[in-house]
């Protein structure tokens, strides 16, 4: 296990807690939910021998605290977060980025917005549910979430936000019983902390963002595409395939579903470096 070493970093309305290993390349792997760095050990520590790693919290979660708690969050500012830390630690030179769910829309901004800053970008699932055709519907699930929420309480609001999430009609899928690494357990109290924010200020902010798809053309050459190999037909599976096609690039499949990371970690870090080196 390589030990990192532990930074903050203050940026606009927030300081960011991060941590770094290894030598190499910069690689920076945001992360997605409420998982924050702690989410990505595994798999930073597994690429660390050939990148320099870095994980972080995003502002508001875990160790990265808002200057104002009740402060709305936008995709443009968490992937202000994203350029920051690569400013500091590889000034010289892009870097390549990992982004995972709503960490994979913030990646997407960074490309969109500052494409000579990274090298190349993987995107696992980004929930962008606008560059749909039914997108009208997902934004009447996510007002539905959000009046749950405010009415009834958070774990009813994940009960109506996780249905929307899967096939129209489906129930949920029996998910096998899948012994976590310790640290995956140890942050269970942590992860269920963060939910409230991350329901009532990230899901609604991050799934209302429209990506232009005609400058992410323009970019595409730097962009990979990933999704869940079990998550296909789901909604955070729709929009990574749906670009894919209209971008004319492969759609690359990982391990597990949305949470791949989380259950498939080994297996989920060796795709990973294929998709960075291919």
Request: net charge negative.
């Amino acid at each position: 296990m390589t030990e990192p070493t532990v930074g903050t970093l203050r940026v606009n309305g927030a300081t960011l807690h991060y941590e770094v290993r290894g030598h190499g390349p910069l690689l920076l792997l945001i992360p997605g939910g409420t998982g924050g760095a702690a989410s990505l050990t595994t798999v930073a520590t597994a690429l660390a021998d050939t990148h320099t790693v870095a994980t972080y919290d995003p502002r508001g979660m875990a160790g990265s605290k808002l200057d104002d708690p009740g402060a709305e969050q936008r995709v443009e500012e968490h992937a202000e977060d994203a350029l920051r830390l690569l400013d500091l630690l590889s000034p010289e030179a892009p870097a390549r980025v990992f982004g995972s769910s709503s960490g994979a829309i913030a990646a997407l901004h960074l490309l969109l917005t500052h494409p000579e800053r990274v090298e190349r970008v993987v995107v696992h699932e980004p929930p962008v549910v606008e560059v749909l055709p039914d997108a009208a519907t997902h934004r009447a699930l996510l007002a539905r979430v959000g009046e749950t929420f405010r009415d009834q309480g958070l774990m009813p609001a994940m009960a109506v936000f996780a249905a929307g999430l899967r096939e129209d009609g489906a129930a949920a899928r029996p998910v096998p019983p899948t012994e976590l690494a310790p640290q995956a357990a140890a942050r269970a109290e942590q992860t269920m902390g963060d939910l409230p924010y991350f329901v009532g200020r990230i899901v609604p902010s991050f799934m209302s963002y429209a990506p232009d798809i005609a400058r992410l053309a323009a970019v595409s050459d730097r962009l990979v595409l990933a999704c869940g190999q079990d998550s296909r037909g789901e909604l955070p599976y729709r929009p990574a395939a749906f670009l894919a096609e209209r971008l004319g690039k492969e759609l690359r499949h990982f391990p597990g579903g949305h949470v791949g990371l989380t259950t498939h970690p080994a297996e989920f870090g060796a795709r990973l470096r294929e998709a960075l080196h291919a």
